[in-house]
């Protein structure tokens, strides 16, 4: 059974950057790939990005292209979500979860197995 752990949420100025982790416990890794969501105060979880840890194909939406950019280190079964020229409105909540779906990873109702979320403000 996989087990999500996220952390590196934190404050951040407008135009800040951070790198949010996503450790992954279990075995089998391989057959999974990793979402980043993101839930925004009063609204619904939407998807920020998706990598496949079995070969290392990544997506990102459009609206996050140029700031977003997932990655992994197989040596520390971790993900990872950079993110670059934060936004007020990118203030959320945001979780990792999985899926052995890929073409489902952009979907919150096709992953299996969320982890608990880290917190990510960004204020002036």
């Known amino acids: 059974q996989l087990r999500l752990v996220e952390s590196g949420g934190g404050v951040v100025q407008p135009g800040g950057s951070l790198r949010l982790s996503c450790e992954v416990y279990?075995?089998?890794?391989?057959?999974?790939?990793i979402g980043w969501y993101r839930q925004a105060p009063g609204k619904g979880r939407e998807g920020a990005s998706c990598?496949?840890?079995?070969?290392?194909?990544?997506y990102s939406p459009k609206r996050l292209e140029g700031r977003f950019t997932i990655s992994r280190d197989k040596s520390k079964d971790t993900v990872y979500l950079q993110m670059n020229n934060l936004k007020p409105e990118d203030t959320g909540v945001y979780y990792c979860?999985?899926?052995?779906?890929?073409?489902?990873?952009?979907?919150?109702?096709?992953?299996?197995?969320w982890g608990k979320g880290t917190q990510v403000t960004v204020s002036a």
């Open positions: 979860a999985a899926t052995r779906d890929y073409g489902l990873c952009d979907y919150d109702y096709g992953m299996e197995l």
């Open positions: 279990g075995g089998g890794l391989n057959r999974y790939a």
């Open positions: 990598i496949d840890l079995s070969d290392g194909s990544t």
